[in-house]
């Protein structure tokens, strides 16, 4: 049905997808939006 | 007539949902430039997504693999795959980061606090506008080229100069007032969410037209088995070089300026997981049914008369057309060129915005200071830009040849030659302000001297030793940089701190 060339490219695309997928949930830096969340939060009152 | 009010009717349904997100416009300059970065991951994905691809995705890509046989899904889709998802993972995602924390809007702006310099915005500035310009006008012009071509003859008596079609200019002005009309009053929040729905419709109707014309040729084995198999395969239809270089422009998405932007409306970090693994699905669901489309073209007949779908000579970027035109109804016509059209105008209001917001912020805002206008004064100030860009991009397609979009692969190649600069920033602290002088000017003359040498973009087969110019451009800014840097005094531990506080002692 697909071309075997065709057919190489699109295995490739989702092996792509799949390890993408891999990253997000084994791999993500949760580093960014930490850096993030503690720009944002004012610093504490260090006189109290 | 069918496929006029088929589009129209689509083109209403895009205005109501551009001006249905306008009620969540909070009135701020933060709002209209970055929507206060508060998009959710699905939006976000279907934006970047309906941004990153264009007309070419559909008409272009059945063209080439008409033209080129199916080694063009290699060449320029499974591999963008990969290199789109890199770049949102490792420029996209910092770049929200330090937007977030520094308050950036544009690339400008970035670049301007990254190498300490107000100078390096006047050099980036009419570089980055400068390759985008052609990039809208493609758009406009791929507008009118299709519509033009699905309406032939349909009005003999209004459009006698155009054989019966829809000018092309007509076309370009009614698209330019539909973006203007949801990007004018709620900006990027406004696009994204045309975006979405733009995403959808382009995606759907590649596979309705999929499924029927397979379906109209007798089956997907059938329609494989009567196309040229000269075309099933790579060899004889591009070279090895010209291949594998191809694959450095799939890196101009870390460069343009719209992407940029868009990366900065994420609510969180967390909001690009989904684009990274949805984004190579979806360039798959895109491509694969419109290169078959182009494949199969090769062998069709028109049912029942034995002649060819696609008459010898016949302009390949007419070959989707022809196919949906000769195989299914006018009204699958009409919802794929509508599917067409949202595909371009999900590039062209990101586009018009970032080139309103790049006016406003890195050249009023800078020269003015951030003090001397209103925050709803900007929010006024960057519409008017909106405007002045939308206009000046229409009066051009008038006024360009038809051969602009030969510009298209020239645009593509000046973003991706950049991407050195932009992942030095990132990475390599050393890197300093006279690296990304050099790189940028070295760059763009070498960009210009290419571009001279390929008779301004008429030769469309203009290879250098076998590889794609972008190959010499790229390795141009990337030893610049590198040198410049390494010869030149390091940036200031001050800056450095900002941009790599986790390396500071």
Known sequence: ?48 | MTVVVAISAYLVLLVAIGLLSTRYFRGSTADYFVASRSIGPFVLFMSIFGTTMTAFALVGSTAEAYEMGVGTFGKLASWSGLVHSACFFLIGLPLWSLGRRHGYMTQIEFFRARFESRSIGYVLFPVLVGLLVPYLLIGLMGAGSVLSGVTARAFPETFPSTNGAIPPALTAAVISAVVLCYIFTGGVRSAAWANTFQTLVFMGMGLLAFLLIAGEIGGLSAASWTSDPAKAIREGNMGELQFFTYRLIPLSVAMFPHLFQNFLTARSARAFKLLLFAHPICILLTWLPCILIGFWATGALVPGTGTPVVPDGANPNAVLGLMVGELTSPLVAGLVAAGVLAAIMSSLDSQFIAVGTMFTRDIVVHHFGHDYFSDAALVWLARGFVVLVVIVAYLLTLAEPREIFALGIWCFSGYASLFPLVFAALYWRRVTKAGAFASVLVTGAVWFGLFAASDYGADRKFLLGGMMPVTAMFAACAITLVVVSLLTRPPAEETLGRFFPDKMA
Do not use: I, Q
């Open chain 1, 1 to 48: 049905m697909l071309p075997a060339s065709l057919a190489y490219h699109v295995v490739w695309t989702l092996l792509v997808a799949a390890g993408w997928f891999l990253v997000t949930k084994h791999a993500w830096p949760d580093a960014f939006d930490r850096d993030v969340a503690r720009a944002a939060t004012p610093p504490e009152d260090s006189t109290r």
